[in-house]
């Protein structure tokens, strides 16, 4: 079983909507105490894995400058899954969609999800 799952990802048009999600095991030990970030990157075809959206242990979110006003990050800590609700979406939104839980404390851990595949047709 994957530690990190992806799932959400689809063909929408520009304009539309697409809400991915990240779904954390139960096998992935995350204690009160852990600092962790928690993020969406993506890649497009020839180019560089690119951060998209993150939110750390505390609840603070950031975003790439791609994503800032049509994206947002949040967190259901119950079901350990972590979405992102993408508005607006644009053809240069395609990509592959990618998630990242990374610990610092108490022990470095590092698991990335194998992707979900986003398409924006004009």
């Known amino acids: 079983v994957p530690l990190v799952m992806e799932s959400g990802g689809g063909l929408v048009q520009a304009g539309g909507s697409l809400r991915l999600a990240c779904t954390i095991s139960r096998n992935v030990s995350i204690s009160d105490n852990a600092w962790y970030r928690q993020g969406w990157y993506r890649q497009a075809p020839g180019k560089r894995r690119?951060?998209?959206?993150?939110?750390?242990?505390?609840?603070?979110?950031n975003y790439g400058d791609s994503a800032k006003g049509r994206f947002t990050i949040s967190r259901d800590n119950a079901q350990n899954t972590v979405y992102l609700q993408m508005n607006s979406l644009k053809p240069e939104d395609t990509a592959v969609y990618f998630c990242?839980?990374?610990?610092?404390?108490?022990?470095?851990?590092?698991?990335w999800g194998q992707g979900t595949q986003v398409n924006v047709s004009s």
């Open positions: 990242n839980h990374h610990q610092v404390h108490p022990s470095v851990l590092d698991y």
């Open positions: 690119e951060l998209v959206a993150a939110i750390t242990s505390g609840g603070t979110t």
